[in-house]
């Protein structure tokens, strides 16, 4: 069964970077499609960015330019690159995977994904 562990998490202030790392454990074949989601402080969960395999990704407008997912195999860690943070992106990170076709990946939601990590924290500050 195949576990993921995310990491880097922390505190910065607005305009400041962070990069999340999620370590994939066991078998890759159920991680053709991953993805990190994040929620906020009363507020549902949602997909921030989405790769399936290793080049085919969507973001979330807010952001786009700002965010890059990425990840060099199937058993190589995700990465989330995180630039020109604000406030507005504080929120649990968790990282998922699935196995999902390219085309669903792309729109793919929280109940589209069956193996989830622990989640990082992100605070921004002002």
């Known amino acids: 069964q195949v576990q993921l562990v995310e990491s880097g998490g922390g505190s910065v202030q607005a305009g400041g970077s962070l990069r999340l790392s999620c370590t994939v454990y066991g078998p890759t074949g159920s991680t053709i499609c991953m993805a990190w989601f994040r929620q906020g402080p009363g507020k549902e969960r949602e997909a921030v960015a989405r790769i399936w395999g290793v080049e085919r990704t969507t973001y979330i407008d807010s952001v786009k330019g700002r965010f890059t997912i990425s990840r060099d195999s199937a058993k190589a860690p995700l990465y989330l690159q995180m630039d020109s943070l604000n406030p507005e992106d504080t929120a649990m990170y968790y990282c998922?995977?699935?196995?999902?076709?390219?085309?669903?990946?792309?729109?793919?939601?929280?109940?589209?994904?069956?193996?989830w990590g622990q989640g990082t924290q992100v605070s921004i500050s002002s």
């Open positions: 998922a995977a699935g196995v999902l076709s390219a085309s669903d990946c792309a729109t793919a939601t929280f109940g589209a994904f069956r193996t």
